[in-house]
């Protein structure tokens, strides 16, 4: 069975950083797509930044594009997600998750993490 386990949120300030790391255990194959999705309160969850662990593409929602890089090192079976210049509207709960697939976008993903929140204040 896979399981994703996130670390890493806490509370900074505008401008701050923060890593954020997941962790797969269980059976996964080294190509997939490993996501990063939040959830503000009283908002939609949307997709935050992708990669594909077959060759290292990413891609990134607009809104995060030059201030977050998603990264992955497959020995670890782990996924990151760099997050710099934070804003206030940064503020959600952050979720990793992960799908075998070589086509990687923000749908159709099976695996879910439990999610680690993250807080900037202005």
């Known amino acids: 069975q896979v399981q994703l386990v996130e670390s890493g949120g806490g509370s900074v300030q505008a401008g701050g950083s923060l890593r954020l790391s997941c962790k797969v255990f269980?059976?996964?194959?080294?190509?997939?797509?490993m996501g990063w999705f939040r959830q503000a309160p009283g908002q939609e969850r949307e997709g935050v930044a992708v990669?594909?662990?077959?060759?290292?593409?990413?891609y990134y929602v607009d809104s995060v594009k030059g201030r977050f890089t998603v990264s992955h090192d497959n020995a670890k079976n782990s996924v990151y997600l760099q997050m710099n210049s934070l804003k206030p509207e940064d503020t959600a709960m952050y979720y990793c998750?992960?799908?075998?697939?070589?086509?990687?976008?923000?749908?159709?993903?099976?695996?879910w993490g439990q999610g680690t929140e993250v807080t900037v204040s202005s």
């Open positions: 998750a992960a799908k075998y697939a070589a086509d990687c976008g923000f749908a159709g993903y099976k695996y």
């Open positions: 269980g059976y996964i194959y080294s190509s997939e797509c």
């Open positions: 990669i594909y662990t077959g060759d290292g593409s990413t």
